[in-house]
């Protein structure tokens, strides 16, 4: 049975990779930030329109490994319309997920797809990338590098 919500998480990823989701530069982006693991090679560009406190719509560029890119594309379609406390809020589950044994998958949805990859911990830092260079982006920092899990270190 684990064995086959595995496989289904995998096809996900797989197809997120391969066929990304908001794989764009966002036109009228008002918000923009990179991420670069260096650990992996992966580079994420997060394009954000924020209405007020509303990501009206979010958008990704970047190279990558497939579970950097696949996590970018659900992430984007994971917050198109949410608020930045929404936004933060499943930061803050996603990274749980993806650092932790059985935690839960909470309000995450198709985002719990990334479960397994605590398991595998040089490939925390892909996942969750994204992330790092999302929070960047809301909080009006242009660059975002993670050498660890709960590290970014902006560029001055
Ligand atoms: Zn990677």
């Given at each position: 049975m684990f064995d086959d919500l595995n496989d289904l998480y995998q096809q996900v990823i797989l197809d997120h990779s391969r066929s990304p989701r908001n794989f764009k530069k966002l036109d009228g982006a008002?918000?923009?930030?990179?991420?670069?693991?260096?650990?992996?090679?992966?580079?994420?560009?997060?394009?954000?329109?924020?209405?007020?406190?509303?990501?009206?719509?979010?958008?990704?560029?970047?190279?990558?490994?497939?579970?950097?890119?696949?996590?970018?594309?659900?992430?984007?379609?994971?917050?198109?319309?949410k608020t930045i406390p929404e936004a933060q809020k499943l930061f803050s589950q996603f990274r749980q997920l993806v650092t932790?044994?059985?935690?839960?998958?909470?309000?995450?949805?198709?985002l719990a797809v990334f479960a397994g990859v605590h398991k595998f911990p040089a490939r925390v830092k892909c996942a969750i990338l994204a992330w790092h260079a999302l929070v960047s982006a809301l909080e009006g920092r242009p660059c975002a590098v993670t050498t660890e899990e709960n590290t970014t270190e902006p560029k001055p």
């Amino acid at each position: 049975m684990f064995d086959d919500l595995n496989d289904l998480y995998q096809q996900v990823i797989l197809d997120h990779s391969r066929s990304p989701r908001n794989f764009k530069k966002l036109d009228g982006a008002n918000r923009v930030a990179h991420g670069h693991n260096p650990l992996c090679g992966d580079r994420i560009t997060i394009y954000l329109h924020l209405d007020g406190d509303v990501i009206s719509d979010i958008s990704f560029e970047g190279s990558g490994c497939a579970i950097s890119k696949a996590s970018a594309s659900v992430m984007t379609t994971a917050l198109k319309g949410k608020t930045i406390p929404e936004a933060q809020k499943l930061f803050s589950q996603f990274r749980q997920l993806v650092t932790t044994e059985n935690a839960e998958s909470g309000e995450l949805g198709k985002l719990a797809v990334f479960a397994g990859v605590h398991k595998f911990p040089a490939r925390v830092k892909c996942a969750i990338l994204a992330w790092h260079a999302l929070v960047s982006a809301l909080e009006g920092r242009p660059c975002a590098v993670t050498t660890e899990e709960n590290t970014t270190e902006p560029k001055p």
